[in-house]
Nanobody, 125 residues
């Protein structure tokens, strides 16, 4: 059974940084585009960013561009979301997801094949 497991969430103060990890198993990780999404209380799940299978190209939503960075280590089958200068509006459950589609389709949630269980990130003011 394919698994994506997020870790690294928590409670931080505004201005702090966090790193989320997403470790995969039972997929050929290096062939998947890895996306990050988040869902704040009372809101729909939204795209945060994604990284192409080749370790280089990334995309980010306007709300996190310049503050968040996505990387991946294909040797560890793990993707990372580095979040800097967090603010209370970043409070949400963060999900990683894997897609066999290219980065150009990374905004489309319905095109992802596998999802993690989510990691809570809470930012206090």
């Amino acid at each position: 059974q394919v698994q994506l497991v997020e870790s690294g969430g928590g409670l931080v103060q505004a201005g702090a940084s966090l790193r989320l990890s997403c470790r995969s198993s039972r997929i050929t990780f290096s062939t998947y585009t890895m996306g990050w999404f988040r869902q704040a209380p009372g809101k729909d799940r939204e795209f945060v960013g994604a990284i192409a299978w080749g370790n280089t190209n990334t995309q980010y939503s306007d709300s996190v561009k310049g503050r968040f960075t996505i990387t991946r280590d294909n040797t560890k089958s793990t993707a990372y979301l580095f979040m800097n200068n967090l603010n209370p509006e970043d409070t949400a459950i963060y999900y990683c997801a894997a897609s066999r589609n290219g980065l150009e389709y990374s905004h489309y949630q319905q095109l992802y094949d596998y999802w993690g269980q989510g990691a809570q990130v809470t930012v206090s003011s």
